[in-house]
Nanobody
Framework: QVQLVESGGGLVQAGGSLRLSCAGS????????MGWFRQAPGKEREFVVA????????KYADSVKGRFTISRENAKNTEYLQMNSLKPEDTAVYYC??????????????WGQGTQVTVSS
């Protein structure tokens, strides 16, 4: 069992930066791939980025490539999402997620409760 808790959301102006964190509990955290999804009002939840259990592999949605960076510290059971050059269209609730590996990240096994990110124009 893995429990995930996000933090770091907030309000930022377009062009600004935010860093999200996701703290995991459970002995198997370091064995799981981790990722982020987001859901904007009136839209379906969408995949944003994922990282393998070792950190060696990553996948990014085209919409965030070059602006967002995912990382993890297994010793701290924590993953991070550094978001730069934020745009109003990045406004959404961001969810931390975990899955057995990158290939299964599209259908995560565990979810966090979400954290709101609002980008003003």
């Amino acid at each position: 069992q893995v429990q995930l808790v996000e933090s770091g959301g907030g309000l930022v102006q377009a062009g600004g930066s935010l860093r999200l964190s996701c703290a995991g509990s459970g002995r198997t955290f370091s064995n799981y791939a981790m990722g982020w999804f987001r859901q904007a009002p009136g839209k379906e939840r969408e995949f944003v980025v994922a990282i393998s259990w070792s950190g060696a592999g990553t996948k990014y949605a085209d919409s965030v490539k070059g602006r967002f960076t995912i990382s993890r510290e297994n010793a701290k059971n924590t993953e991070y999402l550094q978001m730069n050059s934020l745009k109003p269209e990045d406004t959404a609730v961001y969810y931390c997620a975990s899955a057995p590996n990158l290939a299964t990240m599209r259908t995560p096994s565990y979810w966090g409760q979400g954290t709101q990110v609002t980008v003003s124009s």
